[in-house]
């Protein structure tokens, strides 16, 4: 099956756990009532529609503002200041977030670039590029949404500044 949707749809699981991947996977085929490998492919082939099922119910969102605290503080703290005197005062940043889920991350650096070169520089120099394979954790990112417990690592003057409250 992993040989087939990397085939198929080019995704490679192989740095999945083992075990994770085909505990997800027989749930997705007990939801579909099919029994066998060789018949859910054959499932998938019939049903396109399943793959975007499967990947769902595979791919783990996992996400969250300035996630794992000490990389954020390198990256700001060393990463960021080189990289910006490394560039001529105009010359344009791009930043590339893959695997962006719902968007903390590139929102993330968004918040540590503009601080670092200030509201006007970050708009004419920044470019954040973020992807993801779950179309609706991209929806979500555009979106812009987060609950109030999304955004509690976010240090309080930087959430005062970058967020705008609207209900939760």
Not at 16 to 24: A, Q, V
Not at 138 to 165: C, G, I, M, S
Request: net charge positive; hydrophobic share 40%.
């Amino acid at each position: 099956l992993l040989r087939y949707l990397k085939r198929a749809r080019g995704i490679d699981l192989g740095g999945y756990k083992r075990p994770s991947l085909m505990r997800r996977i027989t749930r997705r085929m007990e939801a579909v009532k099919i029994q066998g490998v060789e018949r859910y492919i054959d499932y998938l082939e019939v049903h396109p529609e399943e793959f975007a099922q499967l990947f769902n119910y595979l791919l783990i969102n996992v996400t969250a503002f300035f996630r794992d605290q000490p990389a954020w503080n390198y990256l700001n703290e060393t990463i960021l200041p080189k990289l910006i005197d490394a560039k001529p005062p105009a010359a344009a940043i791009r930043v590339w977030s893959a695997g962006c889920a719902s968007g903390q991350e590139p929102y993330s650096i968004a918040i540590l670039l503009c601080e670092q070169l200030g509201m006007e520089a970050f708009q004419k120099r920044v470019k954040i590029y973020a992807s993801d394979m779950d179309s609706g954790a991209l929806h979500d990112a555009r979106q812009a949404v987060y609950t109030a417990k999304e955004v509690e690592a976010v240090p309080p003057p930087l959430l005062e500044k970058y967020f705008e409250r609207t209900q939760d």
